[in-house]
């Protein structure tokens, strides 16, 4: 059973910053492509960021680039977001996502984490 489990998640003001993690588990994710999405009350679940299994492709939704950076450890199937300058606009609750596919995970991808709150105050 493939489980993916994020954490880091909490409330920061404005201008604060904060790391997610998402750690894998239940087998190897070898090759497998990582995300990060969000969806905010009232709103559509969005694409935030995306890295390939070596790390040399990636990409941002243009709301976050500059702000946020996504990494990974593939050794320990583990995925980062560091989010700095925080907004209120990005309250919503963040999601990972892997797939053996670049593209589909930043669509359609095959396995999800059960989502951490992050919650910015003005």
């Known amino acids: 059973q493939v489980q993916l489990v994020e954490s880091g998640g909490g409330s920061v003001q404005a201008g604060g910053s904060l790391r997610l993690s998402c750690a894998a588990s239940g087998r190897a994710f070898s090759g497998y492509d990582w995300g990060w999405f969000r969806q905010a009350p009232g709103k559509e679940r969005e694409f935030v960021a995306g890295?390939?299994?070596?790390?040399?492709?990636?990409d941002y939704t243009d709301s976050v680039k500059g702000r946020f950076i996504i990494s990974r450890d593939s050794a320990k199937n583990t995925v980062y977001l560091h989010m700095s300058n925080l907004k209120p606009e990005d309250t919503a609750v963040y999601y990972c996502?892997?797939?053996?596919?670049?593209?589909?995970?930043?669509?359609?991808?095959?396995?999800w984490g059960q989502g951490t709150q992050v919650t910015v105050s003005s």
């Open positions: 890295i390939s299994w070596r790390g040399g492709r990636s």
């Open positions: 996502a892997a797939d053996p596919s670049y593209t589909n995970v930043k669509i359609r991808p095959t396995y």
